[in-house]
């Protein structure tokens, strides 16, 4: 009795090490599989950025309200894309050539709207028909002539205003002509008056002199100033009247 249960004891351990050996000698493929699932499949955006500038002035917060986003198309089919920092007002992504930046307005006095990053190293000038791309370090331009949507419709609305240009600009009077024109004004009135009568210019009378002043807005005023007074020479007496004074 007790040499059969001996026995089936030893075939059951027997089998355990034999069922243990063969799991192990089985390469494991589903985790192979799992690897390389995982491998990446594209190239994500390297992040070259620093912290955000939290510091803003009142002046660069209102610069940063002014800034356009989205996707910029470039020369030679290249783009840069503006996003901005959710959380950091003032501050945003560019991203250019696989590589991201955080940068933030910084003031000027001309006017164009300009994004640095921490280092000054990256500029992004944005003006009204194009923006670009520059590297301060290295002094020299990344990329240019960059349009979003709002800079390519100023783009075609100044061409299209400059073509229609002769079309319609007004028609401007000179300052001589408009003054022409008052002083015929003037002595047509004058001619022309109820009751009134020409009366021959008296030998040696001048005519009135008329002065005109033009000012810049095309404003004209006339002044008439009377004629300066006939200087008469006395007559020398003749012999009848002379005779009287001896």
Request: glycine share 4%; hydrophobic share 40%; aromatic share 2%.
């Amino acid at each position: 009795m007790t040499r059969p249960l001996i026995t089936a004891a030893v075939l059951l351990a027997s089998s355990a090490l034999f069922a243990t050996a063969a799991s192990a000698a089985t390469p494991a493929k589903p985790a192979a599989k799992t690897a390389a699932k995982q491998a990446p499949q594209k190239e994500a955006a390297t992040d070259t950025a620093a912290a955000p500038e939290e510091s803003l002035t009142p002046g660069e917060l209102t610069m940063a309200d002014r800034v356009l986003t989205g996707t910029a198309a470039c020369e030679f089919n290249q783009t840069v894309k503006i996003e901005r920092l959710e959380g950091h007002a003032g501050n945003f992504k560019l991203t250019f050539d696989k590589k991201a930046y955080i940068v933030h307005p910084k003031e000027t006095t001309t006017g164009a709207i300009l994004l640095r990053d921490h280092n000054d190293e990256i500029i992004w000038v944005q003006i009204p028909k194009k923006s670009m791309l520059m590297n301060q370090k290295l002094h020299q331009r990344v990329v240019d002539n960059c349009q979003q949507d709002e800079q390519r419709i100023a783009t075609q609305s100044a061409a299209t205003a400059g073509a229609n240009a002769p079309v319609l600009a007004p028609s401007v009077a000179t300052a001589a002509s408009v003054a022409a024109a008052e002083q015929g004004s003037v002595a047509k009135a004058a001619t022309e008056a109820p009751g009134a009568t020409a009366i021959p210019a008296a030998p040696g009378a001048s005519m009135p002199k008329m002065t005109t002043t033009t000012t810049t807005t095309t404003k004209t005023t006339v002044k008439i100033e009377p004629p300066a007074p006939v200087q008469r020479g006395a007559q020398a007496p003749d012999a009848a009247a002379s005779g009287m004074w001896k």
